[in-house]
């Protein structure tokens, strides 16, 4: 019986898609005359996560008016989406595949069910995972710890027994809000962060799998 668990974060971990969501948002707002900066997008979607609509209410944006570009920002990511063949990370595959035989995994993702399927539609990644908690399944995101109180919920397992994959300095904090333990793999728009909390912060995808198979052993 496989007494592991492993919640996963999917964007910037399991899948490069954090590029082309910088890109839709960036694009948006150029069109107000706004550069979304790599900084600024680091600090206001991957650490605060409240995006920059911000810059567009003190431009006398309405509410309404931040709804609808919020919907148009969804629509142009869902647009590039389509047009990437698998956005699966580097050699995540077979890493997934060694460790779904060692541990029950799942997936807590930021990410809308709709642009989630979208992801994963031209790759096999989902068939190592038992779950998927997505933006709809919970009131409060990342950095908020509901979305892995959930996961660890699902996975029936005690937080001692489960660790928790990240990317970004959101997620990180959510995971040790829950009382997780969390392995941190860092991005180009994260290389420089710190982490600080984290258990253990590497580099590539054959650094995690180590990292998570010495956790086990010691």
């Known amino acids: 019986m496989r007494q592991h668990g492993i919640l996963w974060d999917n964007d910037g971990v399991l899948v490069d898609t954090e590029r082309l969501f910088y890109q839709a948002n960036r694009e948006l707002f150029a069109e107000f005359g706004i550069e979304l900066t790599p900084q600024h997008f680091f600090d206001w979607f991957l650490v605060e996560n409240y995006g920059a609509w911000h810059l567009l209410s003190g431009q006398g ?17 869902s647009a590039r989406l389509h047009l ?3 956005l699966a990370i580097e050699h995540i595959a077979p890493v997934l595949a060694e460790l779904a035989r060692q541990a029950r995994m799942g997936i807590v993702t930021s990410a809308s069910r709709q642009h989630f399927d979208i992801i994963h539609a031209k790759h096999e990644l989902l068939q190592h995972f038992e779950f998927v908690v997505a933006e709809e399944d919970y ?3 990342k950095p908020s710890p509901e979305p892995y109180l959930l996961g660890l919920q699902k996975l029936g397992l005690p937080p001692e ?16 809000a829950a009382g997780l333990r969390c392995l941190v793999i860092r991005s180009e728009l994260t290389r420089g962060h710190q982490f600080a909390g984290a258990h253990q912060v590497v580099d590539s995808v054959p650094e995690l799998l180590m990292a998570i198979q010495d956790h086990w052993r010691s």
């Open 61 to 77: 944006v309405s509410d309404e008016q931040i709804r609808q570009l919020r919907a148009e920002r969804n629509r142009r990511y």
């Open 84 to 86: 990437e063949n698998s």
């Open 139 to 141: 009131v409060e995101s």
């Open 161 to 176: 027994q489960c660790l928790v994959i990240e990317d970004s300095p959101r997620g990180l904090q959510a995971a040790l």
